[in-house]
């Protein structure tokens, strides 16, 4: 739960903003972020893993990259992971220095490769063998060194949604683990190559400490075989993926208790088994978090236009659709729905639903809400991350303004799109 978003008597407010002025003054849909809760989750992982010698945080922009949250969790003293040449120029435009970024992505282009040389980014990390080479001709080209991190994959199941998992050799993702020590062999002799060390992602919304235990032992003993063979490992970068809770994100007497079976991972458990793995000298470690800072801190805010009844099914139609939030469309992904005012403790069962011309628009499906109407604004709790940024003009619908609330003053930090913007 967030103490930043919360109800005072029987209205959500998001820090000393109502929600319900918010909605009123922007208008709905309207994502709202909170500036405080941002901070709070980043110094609860900088506290967490500060008994790592040498530890870096690096946002990942693909979580939410609006440029003035971009701006706050640099001025936290965080560094920048990316995956394409516009992720990058938005981490420097929004502050962070050049050598806190780094550039990952299963297939870079030429063009995000030369962007990340000529603007001297910290490390790009690599998934293969050809794109290794790729980037040596493409630093040769540029009389540039690149400093590169080698992914591998580790074939370490995450326990988590089968779209967000990266860490099976089945998947896409970095070089098997039997493969990579010849490409760190070669990393070691090409040119215009600085071999620095080595980077592993494993999925998403890991909720326990055991898969991260399960890849660093794995890395563990890849870094000693290098080791052996004289190859020296400077950087282990674990990649992200630490989970956040979805389900009553926000309590009141008055809502129904949502069944939790969720769990969290103990940082400081977390951190304990990493450092006892990946305690090498003089070996810098780098996390990726971009969820865990960002996803607690925002709502999305949503009007209902219609009360639908069918003969078995009651549907809350509201004016947000997938276009604006896809999570629940790409892979059913649950969300904590509540009244932004709460009137009385009747509830009922309802499929809260978009306008988008596809079945899969919707937010909930046979959820048990309080009781609501018309007019009524609805927000969709844990909306910071992979919410904006997956957003689409599908149907020739318009982006929805974003907002950031620091105590009690709400700016806006993106306009809503108009009809123009569209041409």
């Known amino acids: 739960m967030t103490d930043q978003i919360k109800y005072q008597k029987n209205q959500l407010y998001i820090e000393g903003a109502p929600a319900s002025d918010l909605a009123g003054k922007y208008g709905t849909p309207l994502y709202v972020y909170s500036a405080n809760q941002i901070t709070k989750r980043f110094e609860t992982l900088k506290k967490a893993f500060s008994v790592l010698p040498k530890v870096k945080i690096l946002y990942a922009l693909k979580a939410n990259s609006n440029v003035e949250i971009l701006k706050h969790i640099s001025s936290l003293g965080a560094g920048a992971d990316t995956v394409s040449a516009g992720e990058i120029f938005l981490a420097l435009e929004s502050g962070f220095p050049p050598d806190s970024i780094s550039l990952a992505g299963v297939g870079k282009t030429d063009r995000d490769i030369d962007f990340a040389l000529t603007r001297k980014i910290n490390v790009i990390i690599v998934e293969s063998e050809e794109e290794l080479k790729v980037v040596s001709k493409r630093a040769a080209a540029l009389g540039r060194t690149a400093r590169v991190l080698l992914r591998i994959n580790p074939d370490v199941d995450a326990r988590t949604h089968p779209h967000i998992s990266t860490g099976l050799k089945e998947n896409k993702f970095g070089i098997n683990i039997d493969r990579a020590e010849d490409v760190a062999k070669l990393a070691s002799k090409l040119k215009n190559i600085e071999f620095t060390g080595i980077h592993s992602h494993i999925g998403s ?218 041409i």
């Not at 009385?344 to 009781?371: M, N, S, W, Y």
Request: aromatic letters at 6%; proline letters at 5%; charged letters at 30%.
């Open 205 to 422: 919304q890991i909720t326990e400490v055991e898969p991260f235990a399960e890849a660093a032992e794995s890395i563990r003993k890849f870094v000693l075989k290098l080791k052996k063979g004289g190859i020296r490992v400077k950087q282990i970068d674990l990649g992200g993926g630490i989970g956040v809770r979805y389900k009553n994100s926000v309590r009141h007497k008055l809502l129904p208790i949502e069944k939790n079976g969720e769990s969290t991972i103990d940082l400081p458990t977390l951190a304990k088994v990493i450092k006892e793995r990946l305690s090498f000298p003089n070996c810098e470690i780098a996390i990726e978090p971009g969820r865990f800072i960002v996803a607690e801190a925002g709502v999305l805010l949503t009007r209902i236009l219609y009360r639908k009844e069918s003969s078995d099914r009651t549907f809350i139609v509201v004016d947000a659709g997938m276009n604006d939030m896809m999570r629940h469309a790409l892979y059913s992904a649950y969300h904590q729905i509540v009244p932004v005012q709460l009137r009385d403790a009747k509830h009922e069962v309802v499929d809260v639903v978009g306008p988008v011309c596809e079945t899969t628009d919707a937010f909930a499906i046979q959820r048990r809400l309080p009781k609501v109407k018309r007019g009524d604004i609805l927000a969709i709790m844990t909306a910071g991350a992979y919410g904006f940024s997956l957003s689409s003009n599908y149907n020739s619908r318009l982006k929805p303004a974003e907002v950031l609330v620091e105590k009690d003053y709400p700016r806006v930090i993106r306009d809503a799109d108009t009809y123009e913007d569209l």
